[in-house]
């Protein structure tokens, strides 16, 4: 019920302004938006448009069986081929299975409009959580989006596997220690003797990527090792096994010094181990490589990949426990953040300088 | 329009049939579902409880903007962590974004009741398509489903990557065609001297099993070769690695006789390479593998997989396209068999008969 009070807060937009906007009485726009067949189709189209451009959400009660919410967990995301997304996304449709009520995936291709309309269809249907999921660009764009989507949404959007938009968006957030994982695996190559240790991951900009690049970078600094940015490869918007492999490939072109390899995902790490065996140098013998995610095919790669785990169905149950336990923001429990660690395999051996 | 009118059909539940059921006027079901707060509670309960027992939609025209339909394809499969799942649902995806409609996705578990739900709530949403996505165990009980389903939602709903239900069920398919892909992998096998072939696949009584085996039979039978029955081993549920571990390792503690592995997906296969190396089996060169599905990941294995391409993502394009095109059954255009074909790489060698 608190939801239902909070939607009624003031500054909503009303029956009353959209008929103003359409100029026409608010009985009308009672009958347009009640599929009364006396409304012109003219009186009809003025009250769609100015419904559209006031963004005005039918109250529920006229909508739908008794104006219940939907019992339904919105996942919205980029893409459903990412194992994270899978992940992620299976463990709300545990939490939901548990608790009666459905998962709907919901997928943009990192497209804005595409975010905003499902935003904008889930609350119309009254879902009861809207859970967006995964790395992001952090742009000004996306941090007004952000703020309309808490504005309409409360404490039912959940941001799952990114950072807080910032202090001024009163935004819940479950994610996990990206900064801490990457540093977990880079200074375990540190201590086994590599400095010259290469990292290949997503593009500079998006949250995943800058976090890695910021462990890794910590981790450099803590052992008192100059980072050479030629090493750093993060140009690749997609986080899938060609980044891994065109990275490798460009590192040998361009003749790089390069001892170990650090990816983003096991996935780029895949990409990685096929080209590294392509040029013949050995993992873990000439190069050590780590991962990151932990996937199940990590441990069936050649090597066995060493990489950093990742709890990504507790992020989806969380998120989803989150959206539904009606947490208000500033009662310190609108911000979790899961551990993460280094599983230790096969693909890291402690670093010999080769001769020549 | 056209699905409008079917929706008006004799037969369908009116708000005449709810009244007399919740013991109430017609005005007051109207009031009722309407949201008039007028309405005491007790009565609104006793309409939702009618409205339930009778599985009475509202008329989409007192539910939304100006009752159109939602302009939504879903995609309903068991788990979104199945490979095919996630390439089809692209292909949805991909169709549904070019046409302007959202994809949504919702998972089952294999639950009956989580995919009747699932289809009750779009159908309330009046959505443009929904799409029963992957193999399922063909029992009674699921082909009085499907009989329900395609009474409400008419060619709106589509069969993606199963059989048809049978010739009294008139539900839209788009299949690929299993039998024929495990045909020309098993052929294959066979037109390379192996004659002692295994097959590892899901559960017996699963569509996709089931055709994936007759293929297998089928090729057998045309080389004149005996199937043993000890060789198929296909009682997993879940076709994962796990499924292909573990059905190695029963054909090596049973010391079966053979030297060829057909599995049932890449992902099993994958399994079955792992335990192979565990047990000493070099592949291609002391046993043969062929998978199926043709994922990314194929031919990144070692060796790189042979297996059959199946055409995923196009699945899902072709199921959105025939949802959204009205398409009616018996016009000839109502079932659609998509190609399946082998990819050759390294994992199978013509067999040789070895010492002892």
Same mark, same amino acid.
């Given at each position: 019920?608190?939801?239902?009070?909070?939607?009624?807060?003031?500054?909503?937009?009303?029956?009353?302004?959209?008929?103003?906007?359409?100029?026409?009485?608010?009985?009308?726009?009672?009958?347009?938006?009640?599929?009364?067949?006396?409304?012109?189709?003219?009186?009809?189209?003025? /009250?769609?448009?100015?419904?559209?451009?006031?963004?005005?959400?039918?109250?529920?009660?006229?909508?739908?069986? +008794?104006?219940?919410?939907?019992?339904?967990?919105?996942?919205?995301?980029?893409?459903?081929?990412?194992?994270?997304?899978?992940?992620?996304?299976?463990?709300?449709?545990?939490?939901?299975?548990?608790?009666?009520?459905?998962?709907?995936?919901?997928?943009?291709?990192?497209?804005?409009?595409?975010?905003?309309?499902?935003?904008?269809?889930?609350?119309?249907?009254?879902?009861?959580?809207?859970?967006?999921?995964?790395?992001?660009?952090?742009?000004?764009?996306?941090?007004?989006?952000?703020?309309?989507?808490?504005?309409?949404?409360?404490?039912?959007?959940?941001?799952?596997?990114?950072? +807080?938009?910032?202090?001024?968006?009163?935004?819940?957030?479950?994610?996990?220690?990206?900064?801490?994982?990457?540093?977990?695996?880079?200074?375990?190559?540190?201590?086994?003797?590599?400095?010259?240790?290469?990292?290949?991951?997503?593009?500079?900009?998006?949250?995943?990527?800058?976090?890695?690049?910021?462990?890794?970078?910590?981790?450099?600094?803590?052992?008192? /090792?100059?980072?050479?940015?030629?090493?750093?490869?993060?140009?690749?918007?997609?986080?899938?096994?060609?980044?891994?492999?065109?990275?490798?490939?460009?590192?040998?072109?361009?003749?790089?010094?390069?001892?170990? /390899?650090?990816?983003?995902?096991?996935?780029?790490?895949?990409?990685?181990?096929?080209?590294?065996?392509?040029?013949?140098?050995?993992?873990?013998?000439?190069?050590?490589?780590?991962?990151?995610?932990?996937?199940?095919?990590?441990?069936?790669?050649?090597?066995?990949?060493?990489?950093?785990?990742?709890?990504?169905?507790?992020?989806?149950?969380?998120?989803?426990?989150?959206?539904?336990?009606?947490?208000?923001?500033?009662?310190?429990?609108?911000? /979790?953040?899961?551990?993460?660690?280094?599983?230790?395999?096969?693909?890291?051996?402690?670093?010999?300088?080769?001769?020549?």
């Amino acid at each position: 019920m608190s939801r239902a009070q909070s939607a009624d807060r003031p500054g909503r937009v009303t029956i009353r302004d959209v008929a103003q906007h359409a100029g026409v009485s608010v009985a009308t726009v009672s009958r347009a938006l009640a599929g009364d067949r006396t409304v012109t189709p003219g009186t009809l189209a003025k /009250v769609q448009q100015a419904v559209r451009d006031l963004d005005y959400v039918v109250n529920a009660h006229a909508r739908g069986l +008794s104006g219940r919410p939907t019992p339904m967990i919105a996942v919205i995301a980029t893409d459903v081929r990412s194992p994270f997304v899978q992940h992620v996304a299976a463990g709300v449709q545990e939490h939901a299975a548990e608790s009666g009520r459905f998962c709907a995936i919901f997928t943009t291709q990192g497209e804005a409009k595409q975010e905003t309309d499902a935003v904008r269809l889930m609350r119309e249907m009254n879902a009861e959580g809207v859970l967006l999921v995964g790395g992001v660009v952090d742009s000004a764009d996306y941090r007004d989006r952000v703020r309309g989507y808490v504005q309409t949404l409360g404490s039912r959007l959940v941001l799952c596997g990114r950072p +807080s938009p910032g202090p001024d968006i009163p935004a819940l957030v479950v994610e996990y220690d990206n900064i801490g994982g990457a540093y977990a695996a880079t200074s375990y190559l540190l201590s086994a003797g590599h400095r010259r240790i290469a990292l290949i991951t997503g593009r500079h900009g998006f949250t995943t990527t800058d976090q890695r690049v910021a462990g890794y970078r910590k981790a450099c600094a803590d052992f008192g /090792v100059e980072v050479d940015e030629r090493l750093i490869i993060a140009d690749h918007t997609v986080l899938d096994r060609t980044a891994g492999y065109l990275g490798v490939q460009r590192l040998l072109r361009e003749d790089a010094d390069f001892s170990a /390899v650090f990816t983003g995902t096991d996935t780029i790490a895949s990409g990685a181990l096929t080209a590294l065996r392509e040029a013949g140098r050995r993992v873990p013998d000439d190069v050590s490589v780590v991962g990151f995610d932990d996937l199940a095919f990590a441990q069936e790669l050649t090597p066995p990949l060493t990489t950093v785990h990742l709890p990504h169905e507790e992020l989806g149950r969380a998120a989803a426990r989150m959206a539904l336990s009606n947490v208000q923001t500033g009662s310190g429990r609108d911000h /979790v953040l899961l551990g993460t660690h280094l599983v230790i395999r096969d693909s890291v051996r402690p670093y010999v300088r080769t001769a020549g």
